[in-house]
């Protein structure tokens, strides 16, 4: 069984295959009450991740594509979009288990499956390392050698992925903040910090000499996510964010919060075929 098939039920997997993923696909009652149990559409909001969403320092606006994603859900499911907010993907998972919301936007990765159900991904977000001026560091591979403190924020995708990956370099885990990676590398207790380019350009805005790596060593999938248990709600909601990245939806978004280092993934009529 390939990824697209654990994402997606039956049903869904054979309207997208079909070549219909441009076509308008709308709820069933028993999809619209598993994402709508409360009769609202509560989506849970990682404001840890300015790919994803940010908030106005004057005005407190919350804004990004996982707001234009909701919403677009929520007026197809005629439910009322209910912002639930949390500062970065660690506390999100916890709301996961509490109940505490309906849709989520997250990074598809193997350590989330026990919590949460994945559609195929709408956005691919490169990764990469911040590093110093003065760095010998060009590449992943230079960054993982003995003595090198990789920073990262405590349970988010690059934590996740690298907590896999690093072979010889130390992993240095800080709260998924803004204020904790720049401090971090303020006072030298990383020489390297790894994250998604939004995110790392903010970092690199408030230091002094700093740099990013060209490239990327890592593509994050991020998908809307459901928790476990909701395989009706999950498949609508597959099937509706192909319908998204068909219609151009996704890339406008992308385009209007002019999000860097991102792309729209591929269809996942496409991924099937090259057997992601």
């Not at 916890?94 to 195929?120: C, H, S, V, Y």
């Not at 590093?131 to 924020?153: L, M």
């Not at 000499?209 to 476990?228: F, K, N, Q, S, T």
Request: glycine letters at 10%; proline letters at 5%.
């Amino acid at each position: 069984m390939n990824a697209l098939q654990r994402w997606l039920p039956l049903a869904v997997l054979a309207l997208i295959t079909s070549g219909c993923a441009s076509t308008q696909v709308f709820p069933t009652p028993e999809a619209r009450q598993a994402l709508t149990p409360t009769g609202k559409l509560r989506a849970a909001i990682n404001l840890g991740n300015p790919a994803l969403a940010k908030r106005d320092a004057a005005s407190g606006e919350v804004s990004g594509i996982t707001l234009d994603l909701g919403r677009a859900l929520a007026r197809r499911l005629e439910a009322e979009f209910v912002p639930v907010l949390y500062p970065n993907a660690g506390a999100l998972l916890d709301g996961a288990k509490a109940g505490a919301w309906d849709i989520g936007f997250a990074a598809i990765d193997p350590a989330r499956a026990e919590t949460l159900q994945f559609t195929a991904p709408y956005m691919e977000v490169g990764n990469t390392l911040l590093v110093s001026f003065g760095s010998g560091i060009r590449t992943f591979a230079e960054a993982d050698r003995p003595g090198v403190r990789v920073g990262v924020g405590v349970k988010n995708a690059a934590d996740l992925y690298l907590s896999r990956n690093l072979k010889e370099a130390q992993l240095v885990r800080v709260p998924d903040t803004l204020d904790a990676a720049v401090e971090l590398l303020q006072t030298g207790k990383a020489e390297v910090y790894a994250g998604n380019r939004e995110r790392l350009l903010a970092v690199r805005d408030r230091l002094v000499g700093y740099r990013l790596l060209d490239g990327r060593y890592y593509a994050v999938e991020h998908a809307i996510v459901v928790p476990r248990g909701r395989g009706l709600g999950v498949g609508f909601a597959a099937a509706f964010i192909e319908e998204l990245k068909s219609s151009g939806a996704v890339a406008e978004s992308i385009k209007r919060h002019a999000i860097r280092g991102v792309d729209v993934a591929p269809s996942a009529k496409g991924r099937a075929a090259a057997g992601r």
